[in-house]
């Protein structure tokens, strides 16, 4: 059945291509804009990098964007697409729902449980990143105007945590002249009889002509998974069902005036993890019951942009919640040896405010000032359970149920910023650049009294039978409350030497907002020896050292973009785990260096002919670490961070006419990733012991092939993802309670896109 649905999709698709359409003229070509291609890719690209519209030539930092039409083409849906095409970043992303970028090799581990992400994510003006062990919304990409990644620190603009960079995903405003719809459906086939299925659609309606416009987008997706979990007994049981959509109703009252109201909503329900243990299989985990990461989220924003004639003032109100599902089995901290796993609910609420004021186009002077308020709480219920099977064998009894240990807590975040930049021209051909944000920035957490805790794991784990359980209460605990103020800056200068070509140097900064443990000062029941939990962790800092160079040649059928750079990170926050009862807790160790290189080149040789290529290298290392920070953490000078030395990806495509109205392409691309560490490799508070958790991933390579055809308004794909199925390991968890630590690729999967847009 599965294979007749992809069999008819196909067939439909071709027809609607083909209805009429004669065969192909030899020599015939497509029709292209008789503008270069390069030219056009560098010169005609606006981005907003910089808060304000700019050619991505003139944009002097490292900036990749994608478009929509590239976004579909390729069947990028999610974050995973995104990092394997672009330089300098890697995704650590475990199963659905977790998403951690990492840019520039600045990680310690691909998780970093407690600790914010060190890569911000935005949905327009919404920050989504957050710590390393929460759920983190993956949105689909659909009728987005673009996404862009930002590679260095973004700590002048986009804030506290965009440490080593930012992504930014930018929906498509409404129009307000003209009716729109589009629609996306693709079919596909994983594993050779897992079914996915993806459907898109969106419809813009002009309310009242050139005044107000209503955008309403929506995506489902169902996609049976490939992963078998041999102690739930089912297979496939990474399953995935997503949901959700968003809708913009845009007022503009006049000429100067830009009003907007959007709502998004995205549920996204994994049936389990699909982070698998290599001892039971290739495509096998172990649990008792499902591990559930899932997401519920909703946001509403209210935009205002005012062109005052000299200046543009942009003000953005966002109001969020997420409810994130937490439940996982950590019976591999014990080797399975006794049932222990926690069932954890979040819920976060955020308020962010930013206002600013942009410079108009024109003169020498370009200026932006703006202020930034952010609050996010979050309310956690953390309950550990057992099993009830497991404490009637053994006859522990004492418990209200199979739950030992239950709590709530919360944590209350702050940051507030003012910041600018200011932009001198000299002459066309040279600019200089320089901006500062000063943040402040706390947070503190809470233990809500009422729930209890148990010596049910020491009896558990000494084999006792026949015992009543000791249940105390957990008290209320007021936490440390962490504070700091940093002051961000960037200086860069700009020079084209001649009118093709772009060179810039820049130092940046930024840091991370600091981190409070929520179960600071507890002392481990199963080894009272053992690591008391630290208060929490300070701010660190990051300087980013740059010299870059863009631009195009042989009248643009060649283009580059070129990148070195230099980071000195220091107070690097970290995430460890205590040995005896894998408590996470976060705490700061010394310093570390990164450097590399990052280029893209995109070249046409022939009118029908484009090659594409992008790469990174990097080294990044620990280098200062005292005896006491490496016992607390792990870790020892010299050994490296969490990327990889080299990585990147090369697409070769040809396009053609088939005769009539209908276009055609082929393309193949491959995209390396080579191996690095899952974490630090001592276990923290034995600084002589080798971590059992530690490992690498691997070096892999992915290729994709597609090929399609466009008529009038129709488009269909045809394509295969992972040609040579390659199994390799992309993720390797830090930390011990899980049986199964590792993530895979996707196996070969094989399907076909239909859009259409009217």
């Known amino acids: 059945m599965k294979i007749r649905i992809l069999a008819s999709a196909s067939a439909a698709a071709v027809l609607s291509?083909?209805?009429?359409?004669?065969?192909?003229?030899?020599?015939?070509?497509?029709?292209?804009?008789?503008?270069?291609?390069?030219?056009?890719?560098?010169?005609?690209?606006v981005v907003t990098a910089t808060r304000r519209e700019e050619s991505l030539q003139d944009v002097p930092l490292s900036v990749t964007a994608y478009q929509q039409e590239a976004l579909t083409e390729k069947g990028i849906v999610s974050y995973d697409g995104l990092a394997r095409e672009t330089p300098g970043v890697v995704i650590n992303q475990p199963t659905a729902n977790f998403n951690n970028f990492t840019t520039r090799g600045i990680a310690t581990n691909g998780y970093g449980a407690n600790l914010q992400a060190a890569t911000a994510i935005y949905i327009d003006e919404l920050p989504i990143s957050s710590n390393g062990n929460s759920t983190i919304l993956d949105p689909t990409l659909y009728d987005v105007e673009r996404v862009e990644i930002l590679r260095g620190p973004q700590g002048t603009l986009f804030g506290a945590n965009s440490l080593s960079g930012a992504v930014r995903i930018l929906t498509k405003k409404p129009n307000t002249k003209e009716f729109e719809a589009s629609a996306l459906v693709d079919y596909g086939l994983t594993d050779g009889d897992a079914f996915r299925q993806r459907y898109n659609g969106m419809v813009n309606i002009p309310l009242a002509e050139d005044k107000l416009g209503l955008r309403v987008v929506g995506f489902y997706r169902d996609e049976e998974g490939w992963v078998d979990n041999i102690g739930t007994g089912i297979e496939g049981a990474n399953s995935l069902t997503s949901y959700g959509g968003r809708a913009i109703l845009r007022w503009e009252p006049t000429d100067a005036l830009d009003m907007q109201l959007m709502v998004i909503h995205e549920n996204s329900q994994p049936d389990d993890s699909g982070l698998t243990n290599p001892n039971r299989g290739e495509f096998v985990r172990l649990t008792d019951r499902p591990d559930l990461f899932q997401s519920d989220f909703t946001t509403y924003n209210f935009a205002l942009d005012y062109d005052f004639g000299f200046a543009n003032l942009t003000?953005?109100?966002?109001?969020?919640?997420?409810?994130?599902?937490?439940?996982?089995?950590?019976?591999?901290?014990?080797?399975?040896?006794?049932?222990?796993?926690?069932?954890?609910?979040?819920?976060?609420?955020?308020?962010?405010?930013?206002?600013?004021?942009?410079?108009?186009?024109?003169?020498?002077?370009?200026?932006?000032?703006?202020?930034?308020?952010?609050?996010?709480r979050r309310d956690i219920t953390y309950d550990y359970r057992s099993s009830q099977e497991f404490l009637d064998t053994r006859g522990l009894t004492g418990l209200p149920d199979e739950y030992y240990l239950r709590f709530t807590s919360y944590f209350d975040q702050f940051e507030t910023a003012g910041f600018g930049e200011l932009t001198y021209r000299f002459s066309d051909q040279f600019w200089m650049t320089g901006g500062a944000r000063y943040t402040t920035t706390s947070v503190q957490s809470f233990t809500n009294e009422g729930g209890y805790n148990s010596n049910y794991l020491a009896l558990a784990l000494g084999g006792a039978t026949n015992v009543p359980i000791t249940v105390f209460p957990v008290a209320a605990v007021e936490g440390l409350k962490v504070e700091g103020d940093k002051l961000s800056y960037k200086l860069s200068a700009s020079y084209k030497p001649v009118d093709n070509v772009t060179t810039y140097a820049s130092i940046s900064t930024g840091f991370r907002s600091p981190v409070a443990n929520a179960r600071a000062g507890a002392v481990s029941i199963v080894n009272p020896n053992d690591l008391v939990i630290p208060n929490g962790a300070e701010s660190d800092s990051l300087t980013n050292y740059e010299v870059g160079a863009k631009g195009y040649w042989l009248n643009g059928k060649l283009a580059a973009n070129v990148a070195a750079y230099y980071i000195d990170w220091q107070d690097i926050q970290v995430q460890a785990n205590r040995l005896s009862d894998q408590v996470q807790f976060a705490t700061n160790i010394g310093g570390a260096v990164s450097k590399g290189l990052e280029f893209e080149i995109a070249a046409y040789p022939a009118k029908n002919f484009s090659f594409f290529l992008n790469g990174s290298l990097n080294d990044s290392e620990v280098t200062d670490v005292t005896p006491t920070e490496a016992a607390m953490s792990g870790a020892e000078e010299g050994i490296s961070l969490s990327f990889p030395t080299f990585q990147g990806s090369a697409t070769v495509r040809y396009d053609w006419r088939m005769g009539g109205e209908t276009d055609a392409f082929a393309a193949a691309t491959a995209a390396y990733v080579g191996d690095f560490p899952g974490m630090f490799p001592n276990v923290p508070g034995n600084p002589n012991l080798v971590a059992p958790t530690f490992d690498y991933t691997d070096a892999y390579t992915v290729v994709n092939l597609q090929a399609g055809m466009s008529r009038d308004q129709w488009k269909a794909v045809a394509y295969v993802e992972n040609v040579l199925d390659d199994s390799s390991i992309t993720y390797v968890h830090p930390e011990a309670f899980l049986d199964g630590r590792y993530a895979r690729l996707r196996p070969r999967t094989v399907g076909v896109r239909l859009s259409y847009e009217f």
């Open 315 to 376: 003000s953005s109100s966002t109001y969020s919640n997420i409810d994130g599902k937490f439940i996982v089995d950590l019976a591999g901290t014990f080797g399975q040896l006794i049932p222990f796993a926690l069932d954890a609910v979040g819920y976060d609420e955020t308020f962010v405010q930013e206002v600013r004021l942009a410079s108009a186009d024109g003169g020498n002077w370009d200026w932006i000032i703006g202020g930034f308020y952010f609050n996010k």
């Open 17 to 45: 291509m083909l209805g009429g359409a004669g065969a192909q003229e030899a020599g015939q070509a497509p029709v292209r804009s008789e503008e270069p291609e390069a030219q056009r890719s560098l010169d005609k690209v």
